[in-house]
């Protein structure tokens, strides 16, 4: 029978392997282009300070016994500042500034949390709470940011540029996350942001499959529309 950390290993090959195809369609797509065009960075923006947050979360002298936690997010990291700095070079001069200056934000915003939680809390107990809370919240902002262009994709009844690999790994992030939260022993805080993530990723989807459905079904309606004959000269 397998036990608990060889089942965490598990989870954690797999998650990794879903953070190296989680917006690499996206990405593939704005260097053949070499354009942006409607992409936004919010998604990945937001990952970076989540999985930094984590990083740090797993460290021993806040939440001990973590190296998964740790090792994985470390690996989301790196992935998450290649496809940003693919997303700066292709990106127009106003995108370039408000992507460093919200890196340079969260930088400021990170290493503030961290100095006030070596400095200002005693114990792993009372690190692993101040922290997890922080993690989650930023987990659940990583989670819902797709969902920001949902209003265009409302508008245009369109889903080019909903990012589908996207929400597609982040339900199924969300759902690793959730076993291995499950997984004795019980990690609370990975288990509140990450169930939460399942059921976003699932409402993405399902808005993608409803709108994908609905374009397809006019175009194909079009197709069938018979065109005007020519008159003769």
């Not at 690996?75 to 998450?80: D, H, K, M, P, S």
């Not at 209003?151 to 759902?175: C, D, Q, R």
Request: aromatic share 14%.
């Amino acid at each position: 029978m397998v036990n608990a950390s060889v089942a965490r290993n598990i989870v954690g090959i797999i998650d990794i392997l879903i953070i190296g195809m989680n917006c690499s369609p996206t990405f593939y797509k704005i260097i053949k282009k070499k354009d942006v065009e409607e992409f936004k960075p919010d998604p990945y923006i937001a990952t970076v300070l989540n999985c930094a947050f984590w990083v740090f979360y797993g460290l021993p002298f806040v939440h001990p016994n973590s190296l998964l936690v740790v090792t994985i997010n470390g690996v989301g990291l790196v992935f998450e500042f290649v496809y940003l700095t693919i997303f700066y070079v292709y990106a127009n001069n106003k995108g370039r500034k408000k992507l460093l200056l919200f890196l340079l934000i969260e930088a400021i915003f990170f290493a503030a949390i961290v100095l006030v939680t070596m400095l200002a809390l005693h114990g792993t107990t009372k690190r692993s709470l101040v922290v997890g809370i922080i993690c989650d919240i930023f987990n659940i902002m990583m989670y819902v940011s797709p969902l920001t262009v949902m209003a265009k994709v409302i508008k245009t009844k369109s889903v080019e540029y909903m990012p589908f690999w996207l929400s597609l790994a982040n339900f199924l992030n969300g759902l690793c996350w959730t076993t291995y939260a499950l997984i004795h022993p019980l990690d609370i805080y990975v288990l509140i942001s990450n169930g939460i993530g399942v059921i976003s990723g699932l409402v993405q989807l399902l808005l993608y499959a409803f709108f994908w459905c609905k374009g397809r079904n006019k175009k194909e309606a079009e197709d069938h529309v018979p065109k005007p004959a020519v008159a003769a000269v």
